[in-house]
């Protein structure tokens, strides 16, 4: 029993620990991919305003530049 709590416990840390450490441009990044379809313009000039240096994880950079394309 107290192994399985010590595992639940351990796997709620590590998912809070890797939501923090996601990029704070995440929601942004995605923002301008729901509307990149219907309004390009809007956007490039969203993902555009977003700082590079300011994006952690290769996952974040990796849209973001995708996206840029």
């Known amino acids: 029993m107290h192994r399985h709590l010590f ?24 923002e301008a991919e729901g509307i990149m379809d219907q309004y390009p313009d809007s956007a490039l000039s969203i993902l555009e305003d977003i700082p590079r240096e300011e994006l952690r994880g290769s996952q974040a950079r990796a849209l973001h530049a995708l996206l840029l394309t």
């Open 7 to 30: 595992h639940f416990i351990l796997l709620m840390l590590l998912s809070l620990l890797s939501h923090s450490c996601s990029s704070p441009h995440t929601h942004t990044i995605q």
